[in-house]
């Protein structure tokens, strides 16, 4: 807290307030400004580039100040909070002209990330979620909202795994938390880049108690009831809006990790962070803001309940089957705005007369659709039909009330209809008769007096008046003309007649303002009375509007319905990767089958770097999520079964935040699916043992295929490098192989992007690092250790019956650390120790290439940055060359 260096009656009320908000910057109203003092003015004026001065510039220790305009704070507000700051905006309380002694200000609002509710454009497709959390007998009571749309969800959670999951799905900028939570997991969940605020005290909020009645579970009950505390203390305003708390169980839904949802590229491009190239960017053809919410939530959680499945793809087959009438349904959809938001707008009180012709808008819109969904097949849509209430009476009301050009300020008058009040209609005929009244006044007083220099004015201290110059006052009568004003060059007068309009006028300008507002105050309640309605009605529409954008996507990008199955069949017929079809337009997209029989486990996939085995892989897992949430899929022909979890190590990747290297994440997400899958779990493994020694990495390898295969049962599609480990298909049945084809023409290799029975014979590898652009003098004696190499290996035989000497310890020294049943033998992996053996006795006589080849035999790959490498190898090529 800066010094208190002031001690004047204003400062002293700074400070006062201050010190109730010390975690956010203080915006202070001073006049038209709010002004932020001592540090927040320091850091203010450098977060938002405004100008620091001072105030009490001859004082020894002057105060650092800036402002912001108070007509354009809203801007500034935003920067802060998408900064993860909080903002407390004191308001003056009263009229300053009118106050005795210091105007009285108090905290109206405190902003932070996880309750602003103005959002841009390019966000009304974005939830903003606030959470909040408790911690009790190694569980935590988790729960969640968004203010702008009253939404409020809770859950039980067990683990701490869970729990992230959980905020970094919803994306949360703050978490409220009680001292029940520990620091370790504070600190986690900061490194995450969320605020967390403290709110210990809950006191009794009775007009909320409604929101909670529902809950069974103690812990879920607390932990929203922290929430709403939260909410109350830092919004001061009514909360109508908010929605009875819903628990849910994460285990209803497809359990995606945060992990498999940042590999996928879900919601968000790993290049980018942005939704364009992800899987919510192809799907998302909605035409309102609910919609796209909506989309979203449905992304995040798949549906594992079979019959929920299919109630939604009846629903898109029969919109798919009915172009006419979806096109329909799309141009009503088109004029909904969002009534969600608007609905929570009308609860705070900021809903302004535009926004009530918008919710008319909408609602006009409402049978309509209704309409269009009768025509296609009532009983499919009966559930959306019976929710799609046009809540008329709202309707008519903000039509008589309220003009269709409404202003964007209600305080101005201009928003109520004329004929909507017989008083306002009143004041405003006396107003409009009054003017033309002062204006033929000023005529006839020209014409009587002979002046034809006078003139009729107003200014707010003497009102109406007669202005007659100086030279002029002879021609005035003496009887009727009274004295008000005297000026360098003229007089003003006033006369019993323009005395009595002038009261006349000047009450129906401030009554009529006053009336108007409080005219639609009282439309804003009657409309806040149907918020309940309203928001079920957005439900239905915002449903409607995603299973269109279904339909559309899958009309363009030919996808069909998938057969759901319960047994563990999956035949995927010419399956595509829908995003990376998308973004390659005109060019043609290799389809590939996914064919996995009920007992079979594992696909062992091999072939080349850049050949598409990653986008294979992907490729698979998001045609299952698109079958959960109800979507058609990119395939020919599809048959799946309903899966419970994913599970992704696709991609190599640091974790910065606690440093950890990519092996040690990679051995986490691998460790994490074999702890956690099921059966009924579909467990994408990419390249898995890569990142340390051969053996290392090869013996893992095999041991987790075996595990996977022989405890869990998991439908899993494996890629690796290691060609030996092929040679499982002769041990394990579950396990058959298959390759990314690839050729060579001319030298060149050419990918063929298609997934083919079998094992690859090769790996191409020089002929990917020259696609990288590698020195020709590199890869030239890259291929000539390769040749001795091959002629060193040709032979050595092969057999699939003795045990390898070095895998199975491996695998027991280096997965101690995650508890796992005991696992089985490995079988022998075709004499992987004389196979792999790169640094055999070199056959060079070369003094120079026998000490390249001893370094290179050293040398720790992992240690290195690819450009340490690259200068690595030039240094040993002008060496050779030497």
Same mark, same amino acid.
């Given at each position: 807290?800066?010094?208190?260096?002031?001690?004047?009656?204003?400062?002293?009320?700074?400070?006062?307030?201050?010190?109730?908000?010390?975690?956010?910057?203080?915006?202070?109203?001073?006049?038209?400004?709010?002004?932020?003092?001592?540090?927040?003015?320091?850091?203010?004026?450098?977060?938002?580039?405004?100008?620091?001065?001072?105030?009490?510039?001859?004082?020894?220790?002057?105060?650092?100040?800036?402002?912001?305009?108070?007509?354009?704070?809203?801007?500034?507000?935003?920067?802060?909070?998408?900064?993860?700051?909080?903002?407390?905006?004191?308001?003056?309380?009263?009229?300053?002209?009118?106050?005795?002694?210091?105007?009285?200000?108090?905290?109206?609002?405190?902003?932070?990330?996880?309750?602003?509710?103005?959002?841009?454009?390019?966000?009304?497709?974005?939830?903003?979620?606030?959470?909040?959390?408790?911690?009790?007998?190694?569980?935590?009571?988790?729960?969640?909202?968004?203010?702008?749309?009253?939404?409020?969800?809770?859950?039980?959670?067990?683990?701490?795994?869970?729990?992230?999951?959980?905020?970094?799905?919803?994306?949360?900028?703050?978490?409220?938390?009680?001292?029940?939570?520990?620091?370790?997991?504070?600190?986690?969940?900061?490194?995450?880049?969320?605020?967390?605020?403290?709110?210990?005290?809950?006191?009794?909020?009775?007009?909320?108690?409604?929101?909670?009645?529902?809950?069974?579970?103690?812990?879920?009950?607390?932990?929203?009831?922290?929430?709403?505390?939260?909410?109350?203390?830092?919004?001061?305003?009514?909360?109508?809006?908010?929605?009875?708390?819903?628990?849910?169980?994460?285990?209803?839904?497809?359990?995606?990790?945060?992990?498999?949802?940042?590999?996928?590229?879900?919601?968000?491009?790993?290049?980018?962070?942005?939704?364009?190239?992800?899987?919510?960017?192809?799907?998302?053809?909605?035409?309102?803001?609910?919609?796209?919410?909506?989309?979203?939530?449905?992304?995040?959680?798949?549906?594992?309940?079979?019959?929920?499945?299919?109630?939604?793809?009846?629903?898109?087959?029969?919109?798919?089957?009915?172009?006419?009438?979806?096109?329909?349904?799309?141009?009503?959809?088109?004029?909904?705005?969002?009534?969600?938001?608007?609905?929570?707008?009308?609860?705070?009180?900021?809903?302004?007369?535009?926004?009530?012709?918008?919710?008319?808008?909408?609602?006009?819109?409402?049978?309509?659709?209704?309409?269009?969904?009768?025509?296609?097949?009532?009983?499919?849509?009966?559930?959306?039909?019976?929710?799609?209430?046009?809540?008329?009476?709202?309707?008519?009301?903000?039509?008589?009330?309220?003009?269709?050009?409404?202003?964007?300020?209600?305080?101005?008058?201009?928003?109520?209809?004329?004929?909507?009040?017989?008083?306002?209609?009143?004041?405003?005929?006396?107003?409009?008769?009054?003017?033309?009244?002062?204006?033929?006044?000023?005529?006839?007083?020209?014409?009587?007096?002979?002046?034809?220099?006078?003139?009729?004015?107003?200014?707010?201290?003497?009102?109406?008046?007669?202005?007659?110059?100086?030279? @002029?006052? *002879?021609?005035?009568?003496? $009887?009727?003309?009274?004295?008000?004003? &005297?000026?360098? =060059?003229?007089?003003?007068? !006033? /006369?019993?007649?323009?005395?009595?309009?002038?009261?006349?006028?000047?009450?129906?300008?401030?009554?009529?303002?006053?009336?108007?507002?409080?005219?639609?105050?009282?439309?804003?309640?009657?409309?806040?009375?149907?918020?309940?309605?309203?928001?079920?009605?957005?439900?239905?529409?915002?449903?409607?509007?995603?299973?269109?954008?279904?339909?559309?996507?899958?009309?363009?990008?030919?996808?069909?319905?998938?057969?759901?199955?319960?047994?563990?069949?999956?035949?995927?017929?010419?399956?595509?990767?829908?995003?990376?079809?998308?973004?390659?337009?005109?060019?043609?997209?290799?389809? @590939?089958? *996914?064919?996995?029989?009920? $007992?079979?486990?594992?696909?062992?996939? &091999?072939?080349? =770097?850049?050949?598409?085995? !990653? /986008?294979?892989?992907?490729?698979?897992?998001?045609?299952?999520?698109?079958?959960?949430?109800?979507?058609?899929?990119?395939?020919?022909?599809?048959?799946?079964?309903?899966?419970?979890?994913?599970?992704?190590?696709?991609?190599?990747?640091?974790?910065?935040?606690?440093?950890?290297?990519?092996?040690?994440?990679?051995?986490?997400?691998?460790?994490?699916?074999?702890?956690?899958?099921?059966?009924?779990?579909?467990?994408?493994?990419?390249?898995?043992?890569?990142?340390?020694?051969?053996?290392?990495?090869?013996?893992?390898?095999?041991?987790?295929?075996?595990?996977?295969?022989?405890?869990?049962?998991?439908?899993?599609?494996?890629?690796?490098?290691?060609?030996?480990? &092929?040679?499982?298909?002769?041990?394990?049945?579950?396990?058959?192989?298959?390759?990314?084809?690839?050729?060579?023409?001319?030298?060149?290799?050419?990918?063929?992007?298609?997934?083919?029975?079998?094992?690859?014979?090769?790996?191409?590898?020089?002929?990917?690092?020259?696609?990288?652009?590698?020195?020709?003098?590199?890869?030239?004696?890259?291929?000539?250790?390769?040749?001795?190499?091959?002629?060193?290996?040709?032979?050595?035989?092969?057999?699939?019956?003795?045990?390898?000497?070095?895998?199975?310890?491996?695998?027991?020294?280096?997965?101690?650390?995650?508890?796992?049943?005991?696992?089985?033998?490995?079988?022998?992996?075709?004499?992987?120790?004389?196979?792999?053996?790169?640094?055999?006795?070199?056959?060079?006589?070369?003094?120079?290439?026998?000490?390249?080849?001893?370094?290179?035999?050293?040398?720790?790959?992992?240690?290195?940055?690819?450009?340490?490498?690259?200068?690595?190898?030039?240094?040993?090529?002008?060496?050779?060359?030497?």
């Amino acid at each position: 807290m800066p010094q208190k260096t002031s001690d004047t009656p204003m400062m002293r009320q700074y400070f006062a307030i201050k010190d109730q908000y010390p975690d956010a910057f203080l915006f202070y109203r001073l006049g038209d400004f709010y002004e932020m003092f001592f540090d927040d003015a320091i850091k203010g004026a450098q977060l938002l580039e405004l100008t620091l001065t001072t105030r009490n510039h001859s004082a020894t220790n002057p105060i650092p100040m800036c402002g912001v305009p108070h007509r354009a704070v809203q801007n500034y507000i935003d920067i802060l909070v998408d900064k993860g700051y909080k903002v407390a905006i004191c308001e003056q309380m009263e009229d300053p002209k009118l106050a005795k002694g210091m105007v009285k200000r108090e905290v109206i609002q405190l902003v932070t990330p996880g309750t602003t509710l103005e959002r841009g454009a390019d966000q009304a497709k974005s939830n903003n979620y606030l959470t909040a959390l408790v911690q009790a007998d190694g569980q935590f009571g988790f729960a969640y909202a968004d203010l702008s749309t009253g939404e409020l969800k809770t859950s039980l959670l067990t683990t701490n795994e869970t729990l992230i999951n959980e905020v970094t799905s919803l994306q949360t900028k703050e978490i409220v938390v009680d001292a029940s939570v520990d620091d370790a997991l504070r600190e986690q969940i900061k490194a995450l880049g969320i605020l967390v605020s403290e709110q210990n005290k809950v006191e009794a909020q009775s007009e909320l108690n409604y929101l909670t009645q529902d809950l069974t579970v103690e812990l879920e009950k607390q932990v929203v009831e922290h929430l709403l505390m939260y909410i109350n203390v830092t919004q001061k305003r009514s909360l109508a809006h908010l929605q009875k708390a819903v628990a849910y169980e994460p285990s209803y839904f497809l359990k995606l990790d945060h992990n498999s949802k940042y590999n996928l590229e879900l919601t968000r491009s790993i290049r980018t962070g942005k939704k364009q190239g992800t899987l919510l960017w192809l799907l998302d053809e909605t035409k309102t803001a609910m919609g796209g919410r909506l989309l979203k939530q449905w992304l995040e959680r798949p549906l594992i309940v079979k019959a929920d499945i299919e109630t939604r793809q009846n629903k898109v087959a029969v919109l798919l089957d009915h172009y006419f009438e979806r096109s329909n349904l799309q141009e009503e959809l088109v004029k909904v705005y969002d009534l969600e938001r608007l609905a929570g707008r009308v609860a705070f009180g900021s809903v302004n007369g535009r926004d009530l012709i918008q919710l008319k808008t909408s609602l006009r819109q409402i049978p309509k659709l209704r309409y269009i969904l009768s025509e296609l097949d009532a009983s499919v849509f009966s559930d959306e039909v019976s929710h799609l209430d046009p809540v008329e009476d709202v309707a008519d009301l903000i039509d008589r009330a309220i003009v269709d050009e409404a202003p964007l300020s209600v305080t101005d008058g201009g928003v109520i209809k004329d004929g909507y009040d017989d008083q306002l209609d009143k004041y405003r005929d006396a107003m409009n008769n009054g003017k033309k009244w002062i204006a033929a006044l000023e005529a006839r007083e020209r014409e009587e007096t002979g002046i034809k220099t006078l003139k009729i004015g107003f200014n707010r201290v003497f009102g109406y008046y007669i202005e007659v110059t100086k030279a @002029n006052l *002879v021609q005035l009568p003496e $009887d009727r003309y009274e004295r008000k004003q &005297t000026l360098t =060059n003229a007089e003003r007068f !006033s /006369t019993p007649e323009l005395k009595e309009h002038e009261s006349l006028i000047l009450e129906a300008e401030s009554h009529s303002t006053q009336l108007e507002y409080t005219l639609f105050t009282k439309v804003r309640e009657a409309v806040k009375g149907a918020i309940k309605r309203l928001q079920i009605l957005a439900k239905a529409v915002a449903a409607i509007d995603v299973l269109q954008s279904f339909a559309v996507v899958s009309e363009d990008y030919h996808f069909v319905r998938p057969t759901l199955t319960k047994s563990h069949d999956l035949a995927l017929t010419d399956g595509r990767h829908p995003v990376v079809e998308k973004v390659m337009g005109n060019q043609s997209y290799v389809p @590939n089958d *996914v064919t996995m029989g009920p $007992d079979d486990t594992v696909m062992l996939i &091999t072939g080349p =770097n850049m050949s598409g085995k !990653s /986008t294979y892989m992907r490729q698979l897992a998001l045609t299952v999520i698109m079958a959960q949430i109800g979507c058609f899929v990119p395939a020919k022909a599809a048959k799946l079964p309903i899966f419970d979890q994913i599970f992704t190590r696709i991609g190599a990747t640091d974790d910065l935040i606690s440093g950890q290297s990519t092996f040690m994440v990679e051995m986490q997400e691998a460790n994490n699916a074999i702890k956690s899958a099921t059966a009924n779990s579909l467990i994408l493994f990419d390249e898995i043992g890569r990142g340390t020694a051969t053996y290392d990495g090869m013996a893992l390898a095999q041991a987790i295929i075996e595990f996977v295969h022989n405890h869990i049962h998991a439908k899993t599609l494996f890629s690796t490098h290691y060609h030996e480990l &092929t040679a499982l298909d002769q041990e394990l049945p579950g396990l058959h192989n298959v390759h990314v084809g690839a050729t060579e023409q001319n030298g060149e290799l050419v990918f063929l992007h298609k997934v083919e029975p079998g094992a690859a014979d090769k790996s191409y590898g020089v002929h990917v690092a020259k696609l990288a652009g590698m020195p020709d003098a590199l890869l030239d004696r890259a291929n000539h250790i390769l040749t001795d190499l091959e002629q060193q290996g040709s032979t050595v035989t092969t057999s699939a019956s003795e045990p390898a000497e070095s895998a199975t310890p491996m695998v027991t020294e280096t997965v101690a650390a995650a508890p796992a049943p005991q696992v089985e033998p490995v079988p022998e992996v075709a004499h992987a120790e004389e196979q792999l053996s790169l640094f055999t006795e070199p056959t060079v006589t070369d003094p120079k290439g026998e000490k390249v080849l001893q370094q290179l035999k050293t040398l720790n790959l992992m240690a290195m940055t690819p450009m340490d490498v690259m200068n690595q190898l030039y240094k040993w090529q002008q060496k050779l060359e030497k």
